[in-house]
């Protein structure tokens, strides 16, 4: 194998992926060792194939300690789909559903649901420019709610929750696209939790929705109405096998989770990610020419996003970063600025790289 | 890089991929060329992928002589998630759509649009065990209907059309995942067609979605309704990059399209399915030891179905042809029996080696 050049991928998704996972999908990409057929070529009704996505729920439900009574399934169609999902799944009839607006997307969310019935905005940081996550008294939820919904990571604004919103009997939905398996998770709190993989879990193309069986109960009952592939129930009851799975994306993603466990799991792989945040953070905070745009108690340890002293010294910053080979540190057109994205898979000598190359930044520019 | 070991991969799909292609993928698993990080892990708004997702969408046009009144769309979901995309795009309030019952997946095409609106099945081979095509005659359409959906390939019954039903001003739309890009296709007597990538296109995780401007701006209209995810006109307004799509899937298609370019285009891969399926027939039909299971008329170049004398000789025949490196030869659990799919990527030494086996099968037990 010849050496290739790869650069600091700081892209907010699709991102890093650990190059050790890399490298095993090049080595076995003509022939999974045993099968004689590449994994792009394999039928979803094969054994090898069984076998992965076997493998891959069992070792997702040791990550992240999922009770038995969750099921993982595996789907298409990213968040976006799933800001629909849920209510065509989870909203009744004469219920509302209640959502808390910390970003641009929980605010689709919000959109996608009114098209399906009542949604309450019970909490909404908008008016501070997202900057935080909403205290406990801000949050005042309906009785009676279908569930509460909520964004646990904020990729564009770059805040992210530290305590889970306290919900009761009301079913807690989560979008964690951008940190599921990043930390350690309380499943137990949650009804339901669903994210895209190409985050912190593997390439784009993959869902993961882990969702309490009666959730799925729900859904079930809406069999005769609800499209079949919008139907959580339709992939609990067939392993996420009623039609062809995204293959190669629930593979990729099996060799992350296992890469994940052989760190150590959650635990080990949180302890990695405060470091390299808090690295960066100290940097951003070191003088004040840098200016962290998350209030410092939402601080995500995912997206670091943050600002400099004018729009031209941001401009300078990109272009010199990028020819540094420290790419896609563009922040969302919706917010401007920089943005860090260090998911799990984004390596520490990245983040010291960019830290002494901000250093060297403001010393030549400050 | 080390030799390694393939078997023949009959699959109805996912299915065998041209090698070239997937060597190439392998060469640049780490790292694009000049991009410095695996097509696993670029951003879909980067000007990389940008310009892979335009050059894919330019060489389907080329390849398929693509009207330019038409869009190319790149989905998620299958074909199964287009059974209820296609009426809650396209079926209006009193308005009926017009399907013709030809197997399986029409059957559950049809059941998805009942849950949508008023379905006319027009024709049906069902009492004949879907073993052939209906003939002109047989199919009476509704006046008004929305549109008209069939089948173009069943791949569970081995039948394909051989010319299109006559549909006049009614919108013809065609579920074609087992045959897109395997020959020719008029698009100008088509106002929709779809297909999963993952028989003649790529690997599975992509639906390739191409439908006419007038149809785009129905789906429009029900923009307020309709979730953004399943609505055609968000994905041609957006092209497919409302959200993140399913990137390496994409670019693993647009790779097979200029493999299919380099080969001659869909002129030259029919002439080459022709020929692959004419082996294969005619040994089914030598002796009369083995049996087509459709109608000769309705035969399809795709998926080769075949019956022998007894239960007993098929399972002898599945386990002798599996131990001679012939994988995937078993039929669809629905029809039993023995399918040989061998889509565009399928070699035709794969097909002479077939036929040897039957040949010799035939010799020892017939």
Redesign the interface.
Known sequence: MTT????F?F???????P?PV??Q??RD???LPGV???I?????R?KTFESILEQTEADIRTLADIPSNYHVLFL??????Q??MVP?NLLEEGQAADYIDTGSWADKAI??AR?VGQVNVVASTKSESYNRIPAAPEISLTPGAAYVHMTSNNTIEGTQWKTLPATGDVPLVSDTSSDMFSRPIDMAKHALIYA?A?KNM?????TVVIVRDDLVAKAKARA???????NYAVYAENDSL????????VY?TGLVMKWLLALGGLPAIAVSNERKAAKLYAEIDRTGFYRGTAAKFSRSLMNVTFRLPSDELETMFLRESTAA?L??LKGHRAVGGMRASIYNAFPEAGVDALVDFMRDFERKRG
């Open positions: 290739v050049h790869r650069v991928n892209a907010a998704g699709p991102a890093v992926m190059l890399l490298e999908i090049q990409l003509l022939a004689g057929m590449s792009l070529e394999i039928s979803h094969s298409q169609g990213g968040a976006s789909l800001f629909s065509m959109k996608e098209k895209g190409q593997g390439p784009a193309g993959l005769f109405t609800l499209p079949t592939m919008l009623y039609n062809t799975p995204p293959v190669f994306a990729a080979g790419d896609g």
